[in-house]
């Protein structure tokens, strides 16, 4: 049988099918007006507190040996980026969260489906998931050091750990939550394993992967930043670490500031993706955080 290939995709097609076939309306798409973005609803909140940064210190409400005043940190920050010392160690953080980060996907993804899918399997293996991950990756961060020594390997085994559970954990949900009549329907179409996998089961369980992804991000970061933190000579960890112990307290901050900008970067990535990936999809129920 030839499917119908449109904007919509084979489960928007499938699904128009079924509707039609039980006999359940599908809404139209009203046209609505231009939104605002999200996101600018809680500018005047964060310049606000950003201004409150700047006065805090200078009033001398908090003392500015430990908490510089914002533009401090901003002049420090911008020393850093001249001098090559910022943008080196947000490399190599950025390397090594990748890293983890990527080994993450590989791993994660194929074992979610494969839990999601078949029960049995997930049964044999959910005591082992949950054991492992129910145990801290900074407990075991001395077990890699010992394993694999103190360099980059270390640091990746660790940002793995961190990230992987959040990827499973969503790919499996994101799998189980697929519409059973889709798959159904799909079935009586003669849609063979593969097909069935492609062009049903990934697309619908792509917004709760990404989810996993946002989660599992965030954690490499953070992950790594601890790891450098504890044993690295570089990476921003390490900036944040040194500039602390040296009392270079504007620096400190200004690694801090980096490290949240890079999350929200990758974060609002990662909604791109998550939307061009679902096109098919009505993006009413994407959120950004």
């Given at each position: 049988?030839?499917?119908?290939?449109d904007k919509t995709g084979f489960a928007g097609?499938?699904?128009?099918?079924?509707?039609r076939s039980t006999g359940r309306s599908t809404p139209q798409k009203a046209g609505k007006p231009r939104q605002i973005p999200g996101y600018l609803y809680g500018l005047p909140l964060l310049v606000a507190?950003?201004?409150l940064w700047e006065i805090a210190p200078r009033a001398g409400w908090l003392n500015r040996i430990f908490f510089p005043p914002l533009s401090e940190v901003?002049?420090?920050?911008?020393?850093?980026?001249l001098d090559g010392t910022l943008i080196d160690n947000i490399s190599i953080s950025l390397q090594r969260a990748a890293g983890g980060f990527a080994l993450a996907v590989v791993v994660a993804i194929p074992l979610g489906f494969l839990m999601g899918r078949y029960p049995t399997f997930e049964k044999v293996s959910d005591l082992l998931v949950q054991t492992l991950r129910n145990t801290s990756q900074f407990a075991l961060l001395p077990v890699f050091i010992l394993l694999l020594g103190i360099g980059e390997a270390s640091k990746i085994a660790v940002t793995f750990y961190s990230s992987i559970?959040?990827?499973l954990v969503n790919t499996i949900a994101g799998v189980k939550s697929v519409d059973p009549l889709l798959i159904k329907a799909a079935r009586s179409m003669g849609t063979s394993d593969l097909n069935l996998f492609r062009k049903v089961i990934l697309p619908a369980s792509i917004p709760s992967i990404?989810?996993?992804?946002k989660l599992a991000v965030k954690s490499s970061i953070f992950a790594v930043i601890g790891a450098e933190m504890l044993a690295a000579k570089s990476g921003l960890g390490f900036l944040i670490q040194q500039s602390q112990l040296m009392m270079q307290t504007a620096d400190m901050y200004a690694g801090i500031l980096t490290m949240t900008a890079i999350g929200l970067l990758v974060n609002?990535?990662?909604?791109?993706f998550e939307r061009w990936a679902t096109a098919w999809k009505s993006?009413?129920?994407h959120s950004t955080f």
């Open positions: 049988m030839a499917y119908v290939s097609n499938l699904r128009s099918r079924l509707d507190f950003f201004g901003c002049v420090a920050w911008w020393a850093m980026v559970f959040f990827l990404v989810s996993g992804m609002y990535l990662l909604v791109w993006h009413s129920d």
